[in-house]
């Protein structure tokens, strides 16, 4: 297994998914589907590249590097006893203007 000053490729792809947006971690079947392109991926298949039982191809290991580039997605997350006026769902907006 490569390793270099960070770990082992299987301890950097889990750091990857889980410390590398610390306000929105992915779980394996997220970056599974995120990964997901012209080959499918799942989450058992995450798993044995983070655990070292199987190694990503070069084209998954580029595909991961792509992923990771981006800015992570918006989110917002609010958790109150009860909405206002009784209503059942609250719709929140993010958006990003140009500068």
Same mark, same amino acid.
């Given at each position: 297994m490569?390793?270099g &000053?960070?770990g082992?490729?299987?301890?950097?792809?889990r750091?990857?998914r889980e %410390?590398?947006?610390?306000?929105?971690p992915?779980t394996q079947?997220q970056? /599974?589907?995120?990964l997901s @392109?012209?080959?499918? $991926?799942?989450? #058992?298949?995450?798993?044995a590249?983070e655990? @070292?039982?199987?190694t &990503?191809?070069?084209?998954?290991i %580029?595909?991961?590097?792509t992923f990771f %580039?981006?800015? #992570? &997605? $918006?989110r917002?997350a609010? @958790?109150v006893?009860?909405l206002?006026k @009784? $209503?059942? +769902?609250e719709i929140? /907006?993010v +958006? $990003?203007? #140009?500068?």
């Amino acid at each position: 297994m490569p390793s270099g &000053p960070s770990g082992s490729l299987p301890q950097r792809l889990r750091a990857l998914r889980e %410390e590398h947006w610390r306000d929105a971690p992915l779980t394996q079947s997220q970056l /599974a589907k995120a990964l997901s @392109g012209d080959r499918s $991926a799942s989450s #058992p298949l995450i798993s044995a590249w983070e655990n @070292g039982t199987k190694t &990503p191809p070069p084209s998954r290991i %580029e595909a991961y590097a792509t992923f990771f %580039e981006t800015d #992570p &997605p $918006a989110r917002v997350a609010i @958790g109150v006893a009860a909405l206002p006026k @009784g $209503a059942q +769902v609250e719709i929140d /907006a993010v +958006v $990003a203007l #140009p500068d």
